[in-house]
């Protein structure tokens, strides 16, 4: 039979190149790369070794992604709890998460506010009604109540 040319890739290294060029856009979690790989129809036996392949290699790292995500969402303004959520949702277990998190404590009521005086400018809330709108916005994007409680209060 004559060979028309044409290689079929093999199916392990189609699934590696797949995975490995989305590394190279930005970081992922084992868990977000998995399904990425399986929603493209991947193979879900040559996934597992794909990613474990990976781990070794140390192209893929949930520490690392966790490191990028966290400086990534907390440059944009964005609060420790929904940082910690959001990395919950992408597959890093939760001891890994608040691992990753905690080294930025010091730096989460800096943050805050930062945040808090782009919205609403310098001065404190004059009364409940900013008050309380202000504490909604500084919650919904991740900050605890306690903190924003101690901000909003430095005054009294």
Not at 53 to 63: H, Y
Not at 113 to 130: I, M, N, S, T
Request: contains cysteine.
């Amino acid at each position: 039979m004559a060979d028309s040319g044409a290689r079929v890739e093999d199916p392990f290294a189609a699934v590696r190149r797949v995975a490995v060029s989305a590394l190279a856009r930005r970081e992922h979690s084992v868990a977000e790369l998995r399904r990425k790989l399986y929603r493209k129809g991947c193979e879900r036996s040559i996934v597992e070794r794909v990613l474990e392949q990976l781990q070794q290699e140390r192209l893929l790292s949930d520490r690392r992604f966790v490191e990028a995500y966290v400086h990534s969402r907390s440059s944009k303004g964005f609060g420790p709890l929904r940082i910690e959520a959001e990395l919950r949702e992408r597959g890093i277990e939760a001891g890994l998460a608040a691992e990753g998190i905690e080294p930025e404590h010091a730096r989460w009521q800096e943050l805050m506010e930062r945040v808090r005086r782009k919205r609403f400018g310098a001065r404190l809330p004059a009364d409940y009604r900013e008050w309380a709108r202000q504490a909604r916005f500084l919650q919904s994007r991740g900050f605890s109540v306690e903190a924003i409680r101690r901000l909003l209060e430095q005054d009294e």
